[in-house]
């Protein structure tokens, strides 16, 4: 593991959004849905390409809180333009699980 220095960590912009929509994304390598995620007055509604299919339905993902890295550049996925990351961690068979805020925090708030 390769250490870094705490300057180095508040570079990555980790925010909290709310899913607002979620909808297959079929063009797609593995699964993975597109998700539109707000991330507050400040930062807006983002779009993110996450490969949650295992767990998650698009129907149970809107209204629900992710934690997202905001400030990497677009990426091309296919025909979307990638605007963020959201965040999750892979379960013991390698599906992933997102990660979340357990309490109800307002949009874009910075994770320290």
């Known amino acids: 593991?390769?250490?870094?220095?705490?300057?180095?960590?508040?570079?990555?912009?980790?925010?909290?959004?709310?899913v607002v929509?979620?909808?297959?994304?079929?063009?797609a390598?593995?699964?993975?849905?597109?998700?539109?995620?707000d991330f507050g007055?400040?930062?807006g509604v983002r779009k993110s390409s996450a490969q949650i299919t295992v767990h998650y339905r698009p129907e149970d993902l809107v209204g629900r809180l992710v934690v997202g890295v905001v400030?990497?550049?677009p990426k091309q996925i296919g025909p979307l333009m990638s605007e963020c990351l959201v965040t999750g961690?892979?379960?013991a068979d390698g599906?992933?699980?997102?990660?979340?805020?357990?309490r109800d925090v307002p949009l874009g708030t910075r994770l320290l």
Do not use: T, W
């Open 95 to 102: 599906a992933v699980a997102l990660c979340v805020p357990d």
């Open 1 to 18: 593991m390769e250490m870094i220095s705490f300057a180095d960590f508040l570079k990555v912009e980790l925010r909290v959004g709310r």
């Open 71 to 73: 400030n990497l550049p």
């Open 21 to 27: 929509s979620a909808e297959p994304f079929p063009q």
């Open 29 to 37: 390598r593995k699964p993975a849905y597109i998700l539109h995620v």
């Open 41 to 43: 007055p400040e930062l």
């Open 89 to 91: 961690f892979h379960d």
